[in-house]
């Protein structure tokens, strides 16, 4: 089966650092998506991981390590613009994508 | 701003009735894949076009159809609406020949309401 897993809702506070963790089980993969949703909006890229490691993004950065079907996105110096929606998204094989449900973070001042 | 563009943004539709929504991808771009995104849940895959075909689906009925067009423009028709459809209907486009050959860029969506 094919599974993605990624904590509901995360809080956090303006300037702090988050880290948003998500395990998946898929039958095929060639590369790992996050992608940020603000509310009414269509997701935009964020990064794409395809062998093990920390890809570092300006204030994102991810990490992926395949064996352990797991990676986190890792958000610096949060700003308040910031709070949105966060999707783990797999490439199981050709075009076809398979999202979790997304993290809600939320940044306080 | 993706240059991936959805009409309309908006609609709003009874049980039964038919839609169709329209979706200009990425220039340089062939490839189109549909998502259906309900409230609070991530972007569930339709199908995929590459090259005017089908390319690939995923689990939902044969009322959820598409077509793509010789310039990678596409269509999502859904016939006989149900409630359930009432949902963001996501356009994404991507390319074989890009850098970041799997990547995907979405549209700004078109929200469906079934009454």
């Known amino acids: 089966g094919q599974n993605i897993d990624q904590p509901t809702e995360m809080t956090a506070t303006e300037g702090a650092i988050v880290q948003i963790n998500c395990t998946y089980q898929?039958?095929?993969?060639?590369?790992l998506f996050w992608y940020q949703q603000h509310a009414g909006e269509a997701p935009t890229f964020l990064s794409y991981?395809?062998?093990?490691g920390l890809e570092e993004k300006g204030r994102f950065s991810s990490f992926l390590s395949r064996s352990k079907g797991y990676s986190y996105l890792l958000l610096k110096e949060l700003q308040m613009k910031d709070s949105a929606s966060y999707l783990c998204a797999i490439n199981t094989g050709g075009f076809k994508t398979i999202f979790g449900a997304g993290t809600r973070l939320f940044v306080k001042a | 701003e993706t240059g991936v563009t959805q009409s309309p943004t908006h609609l709003i539709k009874t049980r039964g009735q038919q839609v169709t929504l329209r979706c200009s991808s990425q220039s340089g771009h062939n490839t189109v894949s549909w998502y259906q995104q309900a409230l609070g849940q991530g972007p569930q895959f339709i199908f995929q076009y590459y090259r005017e075909e089908e390319n690939g689906r995923g689990n939902f009925p044969p009322r959820f159809s598409g077509l793509q067009f010789p310039n990678y423009s596409s269509e999502l028709n859904v016939n006989a609406l149900e409630l359930d459809d009432s949902a963001l209907y996501l356009c994404a486009s991507s390319s074989l020949t890009s850098g970041r050959r799997d990547t995907q860029y979405f549209g700004p969506g078109t929200r469906l309401t079934v009454l």
């Open positions: 991981n395809v062998l093990d």
């Open positions: 898929t039958s095929g993969f060639n590369g």
